[in-house]
């Protein structure tokens, strides 16, 4: 069965430290995994992808998530929040159809 | 690349009454999705196609709902006799293929007075 887990309903970090998002998966093959980003009232954006290139993926405005197999994780990261970092994120994965995380809202406090 | 696109944005309506959502996807994207969120929740998969033809539905699209893509091209879902457990945002994506990401529209909220 595949299902995605995102450890933290809720984070908040102040601007300019640093961003962890944490998601586990569950999959019987090999993932191909994304994160994507709300902001309120709108649809969903890709932030970046995982298709086992490569385990440190780069995606867009500075974040960056690692792929480890032996823990079965997906965490996103960010050096450095900033306040327009504020939003909700969703890890998925991807088999045939995309299988949601409940989110994380992150806060950035100014 | 304009982007997917959904209309209307917002649809308020009475219970009982039929709704009608149109979403257009990129153009060169074969694979159309649509998806229900509801507040605080991840989005749920509803059903999709490949081309014109719907290959999956989800569990939770009960006999109220029926989608469309005719032309292989726009989708419409369509919602008769709507209840309150309806109200929640409907998003669409589209993609080239399964294994690639999917690119969203902005969803239509409905409320169900």
């Known amino acids: 069965a595949q299902s995605v887990t995102q450890l933290d309903s809720h984070v908040s970090v102040s601007e300019g430290t640093p961003v962890l998002l944490r998601c586990n998966y569950s999959s019987s093959y090999s993932p191909s995994l994304f994160w994507y980003v709300q902001h309120p009232n709108k649809g969903l954006q890709l932030l970046l992808k995982y298709t086992s290139a490569a385990t440190l993926v780069k995606g867009i405005n500075g974040f960056e998530a690692e792929f480890k197999k032996s823990e079965t994780s997906f965490h996103l990261t960010k050096p450095s929040a900033h306040m327009s970092d504020a939003a909700e994120y969703f890890c998925v994965l991807n088999f045939n159809k995309f299988y949601f995380g409940s989110g994380t809202k992150l806060n950035v406090k100014p | 690349d304009t982007g997917v696109s959904q209309d209307p944005r917002h649809k308020i309506t009475k219970r009982g009454q039929n709704v009608t959502f149109r979403c257009d996807p990129i153009s060169e994207h074969n694979r159309l999705y649509w998806y229900r969120q509801t507040l605080g929740q991840g989005p749920e998969f509803l059903t999709y196609f490949q081309n014109e033809a719907q290959l999956e539905k989800s569990r939770l699209l009960s006999d109220r709902f029926s989608a469309e893509r005719p032309k292989g091209s726009f989708s419409t879902l369509e919602i008769q006799r709507t209840e309150q457990g309806d109200s929640a945002m409907y998003l669409c994506?589209?993609?080239?293929?399964?294994?690639?990401?999917?690119?969203f529209g902005d969803g239509t909220r409905l409320s169900i007075l």
């Open positions: 994506a589209s993609s080239w293929g399964g294994d690639q990401p999917q690119h």
